[in-house]
T-cell receptor
Framework: DAMVIQNPRYQVTQFGKPVTLSCSQT?????MYWYQQKSSQAPKLLFHYYDKDFNNEADTPDNFQSRRPNTSFCFLDIRSPGLGDAAMYLC??????????????FGPGTRLTVL | RKEVEQDPGPFNVPEGATVAFNCTYS??????FFWYRQDCRKEPKLLMS???SGNEDGRFTAQLNRASQYISLLIRDSKLSDSATYLC????????????FGRGTQLTVWP
């Protein structure tokens, strides 16, 4: 049974056309993350939520925004996609147990193509 | 200096071979260590956590040397299905759960 679900799995958009990627989880984890991964590179953390608290990485462009309306769902909005934003976008979740964050569980990713 | 450094490979080995991957991390405050496996165009999946005493899971053995800030993964009796990219991952252990990924080491096992 899928525990971290991402939709869509493949997304094609046009240069400058806003796009929203979604992530949902059945694990009831309180921490959710969005990563960008380009070919042959390590996943790059864009931001994460600790419950409703939003934590942005310093080098994440303003073009990337996120929303977390409830524990189960998290969205990544790319306001004006550029060709350089074509990548795999990975959502991950993690439980916080005993005051510490444990390992992360990844969704299958959304592969974004920008034309 | 990058937070986590790995030899990118590629490593090409025959079935049945033993192969070892190395990884170094730069921050001595790091507290948790993992190896993830990532198949082509798929998401990373946790292979194993790495403990100070070293740990083994079937054909896979992970070692941690905190003094040298060095992590290793040994795969014995390689299978075709082991072909993947292996990511070394480090967590500083803060409540924010920030993971730092290496670029990954690519392994191809051939028949």
């Amino acid at each position: 049974d899928a525990m971290v679900i991402q939709n869509p799995r493949y997304q094609v958009t046009q240069f400058g056309k806003p796009v929203t990627l979604s992530c949902s989880q059945t694990l009831n984890h309180n921490v959710m993350y969005w990563y960008q991964q380009k070919s042959s590179q390590a996943p790059k953390l864009l931001f994460h939520y600790y419950d409703k608290d939003f934590n942005n990485e310093a080098d994440t462009p303003d073009n990337f925004q996120s929303r977390r309306p409830n524990t189960s769902f998290c969205f990544l909005d790319i306001r004006s996609p550029g060709l350089g934003d074509a990548a795999m976008y990975l959502c991950a979740t993690s439980p916080q147990l005993g005051g510490r964050i444990h390992t992360q569980y990844f969704g299958p990713g959304t592969r974004l193509t920008v034309l | 200096r990058k937070e986590v450094e790995q030899d990118p490979g590629p490593f090409n080995v025959p079935e049945g071979a033993t192969v070892a991957f190395n990884c170094t991390y730069s921050n001595s405050a790091s507290q948790s260590f993992f190896w993830y496996r990532q198949d082509c165009r798929k998401e990373p999946k946790l292979l194993m956590s790495v403990y100070s005493s070293g740990n083994e899971d079937g054909r896979f053995t992970a070692q941690l040397n905190r003094a040298s800030q060095y992590i290793s993964l040994l795969i014995r009796d390689s299978k075709l299905s082991d072909s993947a990219t292996y990511l070394c991952v480090v967590n500083r252990g803060s409540t924010l759960g920030r993971l730092y990924f290496g670029r990954g080491t690519q392994l191809t096992v051939w028949p």
